[in-house]
């Protein structure tokens, strides 16, 4: 599947944001909300080259957490079309106006958020038409979440035959392997 380079960071980015939620039902009590506060969310924006980014405010947090929790329910239906309508009601919300840019030695690339746009907004809207391209290619299968029962992060799964079980085959899936590795031999043993 090629992905142009603007719409896998904007992939790239609402993976993160999902994964900034609070974590419930795990077995160590959950992951605290990555986004606590407004240092948080500027530091996001930061690690993520979100252009415009001007002073940040508290209202501005709510509405980022509330784009995170509208793509969650993105990443969470298995319906094309439930889909497609969430992510035209972001997209509409976010009041896009497609633009070419190249700033900060980027090449050529669209952004889809008006120049004057809040975070949430420039979030919902170039993060949203990435989701829209893998809504568009037919491959909405490709976002996922860990299948380790203690994790459940979010990732796109872009390997050639859609194959991805964990977000990380270094942590989770080798955790995983190890732990059942560990059981065979035990079984074996006994």
């Known amino acids: 599947m090629l992905i142009p380079h ?3 960071i904007a992939l790239d ?8 939620a609070p974590a419930s039902g ?9 986004l606590p506060d407004v240092t948080a969310l500027y530091d996001f924006a930061r690690r993520h080259r979100i252009s415009g980014v001007g002073e940040l405010h508290e209202k501005d947090l709510r509405a980022v957490r509330d784009v995170r929790t509208r793509f969650a329910t993105i990443f969470a239906t298995d319906d094309a079309q439930t889909a497609a309508t ?24 669209v952004h889809y958020f008006a120049p004057d746009a809040s975070i949430a907004d420039h979030l919902a809207a170039d993060c949203g038409m990435a989701l829209a391209f893998i809504v568009v290619a037919g491959e909405q299968e490709r976002l996922r979440r860990c299948e380790a029962p203690d994790c459940r992060h979010a990732f796109v799964d872009l390997s050639r035959n859609r194959s991805r079980r964990y977000c ?7 955790r995983l392997h190890v732990a059942a590795y560990r059981a065979r031999r035990k079984e074996a043993a006994g």
């Open 6 to 8: 603007d719409t896998r």
């Open 13 to 20: 980015t609402v993976v993160d944001l999902l994964n900034t």
């Open 26 to 34: 795990r077995p160590e009590g959950g992951q605290a909300d990555g």
């Open 86 to 109: 969430l992510v035209n009601g972001l997209v509409a919300a976010a009041g896009t106006t497609p633009q070419l840019s190249n700033h900060d030695g980027y090449d050529w690339h």
């Open 168 to 174: 990380s085959s270094r942590t989770c899936g080798n």
